[in-house]
């Protein structure tokens, strides 16, 4: 029974990953196609094969989430039901906000829905390690946008000022075609991030039921499978989120759309290699877009639509914990 709850917890990863993918689509893909630098088709495809070599660039986000709650306590019929409620919980929430297109984070809701479980289980089954959570998720978590929004606008002001004495119509061809670039970046730093999310949730239920020890590497079957969910996913689109980000927040212009990108993609290479946290790539893309287009003038940006995007930020956490807290009494007594 066990075994067949590890191979469970293993799919539901993959399929968590795939809905990483469709949600987080837009993230890579959504300025470049409003900005008309790209098509939808092919803006997907190179989203999808980025993504899948950003995984396979790095593993210390992938130990930073697998470190965020300890189940040593539990036994592994246990500990990998918790694993399984968070995973649903995650899943849940990701379809909820993909469904009124509001780009949330997968990230976020994939931890939450590990606090949301672990709570549920109690501090006797399952140690939360609040101080890893602080560090590599609650403070980037709040520092991640705002350095994406003003290095975004600072960029997009130097940019300005660059090629203030240049034709606008060839400024903007240049940076139409600079954006496969960016895009590309992008999503290669949306695969570094994201992919590891999941990988760092399957060693976890690998360690939990001793078919691994917490100081191995992650084996190759699970670093190939996460990074192929994530670009399976990633290729069927996520197009309500990509209206969102693309058309509702601003109608961006390709040198918006490039500072945009370039920024989230530095930011999102910054904080993995330099930092090992699990930041949210649409966080920090979304706020790079607000930062970009507030350079054109602050009432440029719909803020109204913004406030609703900050809603989703700011209740993905604890939302997608109570799902998991809720999943896990069900399978507690399904399973245990």
């Not at 890579?28 to 088709?41: E, F, G, K, M």
Request: net charge positive; proline share 3%.
């Amino acid at each position: 029974m066990t075994l067949a709850i590890v191979v469970a917890v293993v799919v539901i990863a993959l399929a968590f990953d795939y809905t990483n993918g469709f949600h987080d689509a837009a993230n890579a893909i959504a300025t470049s196609v409003s900005t008309r630098a790209l098509t939808p088709r092919v803006a997907l495809t190179l989203a999808a094969v980025m993504n899948f070599v950003g995984a396979l660039l790095g593993q210390k986000v992938a130990h930073t989430v697998a470190d965020t709650i300890d189940l040593d306590a539990a036994d592994a019929r246990h500990a990998l039901v918790i694993v399984l409620a968070a995973l649903l919980g995650a899943i849940t929430w990701n379809l909820i906000t993909w469904y009124f297109g509001l780009p949330s984070s997968s990230s976020h809701a994939l931890i939450g829905g590990l606090v949301g479980a672990a709570i549920a289980a109690g501090p006797d089954v399952a140690d939360i390690h609040w101080q890893t959570i602080v560090d590599k998720v609650l403070i980037p978590m709040v520092a991640s946008p705002l350095v994406g929004f003003s290095l975004a606008f600072l960029v997009m002001l130097a940019i300005m000022w660059i090629f203030r004495a240049r034709p606008a119509v060839k400024v903007l061809r240049g940076f139409r075609m600079a954006q496969t670039v960016s895009a590309a970046a992008l999503a290669l730093g949306h695969g570094l991030q994201d992919a590891q999310k999941t990988m760092g949730v399957i060693f976890l239920a690998l360690v939990a039921s001793g078919h691994a020890a917490a100081t191995d590497g992650l084996p190759l079957w699970v670093i190939i499978g996460a990074a192929g969910a994530i670009s399976a996913g990633t290729y069927s689109g996520g197009w309500r989120i990509m209206r969102t980000l693309g058309r509702r927040i601003i109608h961006l212009d390709p040198a918006r759309g490039f500072a945009a990108e370039a920024v989230g993609a530095a930011v999102l290479y910054s904080t993995a290699y330099l930092w090992h946290a699990p930041i949210s790539t649409t966080h920090t893309i979304t706020s790079a877009i607000m930062g970009a287009g507030a350079s054109k003038r602050l009432n440029a940006v719909r803020w109204s639509v913004a406030g609703n995007i900050l809603f989703a930020w700011v209740s993905t956490f604890p939302a997608a914990g109570i799902v998991a807290a809720a999943v896990y009494w069900v399978l507690r007594l399904v399973l245990l």
